[in-house]
């Protein structure tokens, strides 16, 4: 098994690929030091987290609204004792609402109580600091960059 575990040594001193998640404008930037690149692993792992986090919360919004669902999509991720008796069809609509929900769900496994209480946690505690220019979009009022996902990928095996 082959553990990911991204490596800032791995980053290069020029032309590191960076993407603003906001307008997605694209960037190459130079010189970043050590910490520079610590921080832009950190940043794009907490992006990935934000992403998730916000997948969580239309999933409990839609248990909100129907809280007994057995939805096939949904049963094998709910505790017990949060599955119970709903129409199905209306839940199935509910899902379809949100784009790549229905994918998401049928492509990754997970008891939906402990991954949202991870991620939340992961979401409110690990914020980097981001002061350096160098990490944020010139065109997005400074909104942070992140890593493009293949070499994020990439500096991680």
């Given at each position: 098994?082959?553990?990911?575990?991204p490596d800032?040594?791995?980053?290069?001193?020029?032309?590191?690929?960076?993407?603003?998640?906001?307008?997605?404008?694209?960037?190459?930037?130079?010189?970043?030091?050590?910490?520079?690149?610590?921080?832009?692993?950190?940043?794009?792992?907490?992006?990935?987290?934000?992403?998730?986090?916000?997948?969580?919360?239309?999933?409990?919004?839609?248990?909100?609204?129907?809280?007994?669902?057995?939805?096939?999509?949904?049963?094998?991720?709910?505790?017990p004792n949060?599955?119970?008796?709903?129409?199905?069809?209306?839940?199935?609509?509910?899902?379809?609402?949100?784009?790549?929900?229905?994918?998401?769900?049928?492509?990754?496994?997970?008891?939906?109580?402990?991954?949202?209480?991870?991620?939340?946690?992961?979401?409110?505690?690990t914020l980097?600091?981001?002061?350096?220019?160098?990490?944020?979009?010139?065109?997005?009022?400074?909104?942070?960059?992140?890593?493009?996902?293949?070499?994020?990928?990439?500096?991680?095996?």
């Amino acid at each position: 098994m082959t553990i990911f575990i991204p490596d800032a040594r791995k980053i290069g001193d020029v032309g590191v690929p960076a993407v603003c998640p906001q307008c997605k404008k694209q960037y190459l930037i130079d010189g970043l030091s050590p910490d520079h690149k610590q921080t832009a692993i950190d940043l794009t792992r907490y992006h990935e987290r934000a992403v998730e986090y916000n997948v969580y919360r239309t999933i409990a919004s839609i248990l909100d609204l129907f809280p007994g669902t057995q939805h096939p999509l949904l049963v094998e991720k709910l505790p017990p004792n949060r599955i119970g008796d709903t129409d199905d069809t209306l839940v199935d609509e509910e899902i379809r609402k949100h784009e790549g929900l229905a994918e998401y769900l049928r492509c990754r496994s997970f008891r939906y109580d402990k991954r949202l209480k991870y991620v939340r946690q992961h979401e409110t505690e690990t914020l980097p600091n981001v002061q350096t220019p160098k990490l944020r979009c010139a065109d997005c009022d400074g909104h942070y960059l992140i890593l493009p996902d293949e070499y994020y990928w990439s500096i991680g095996m």
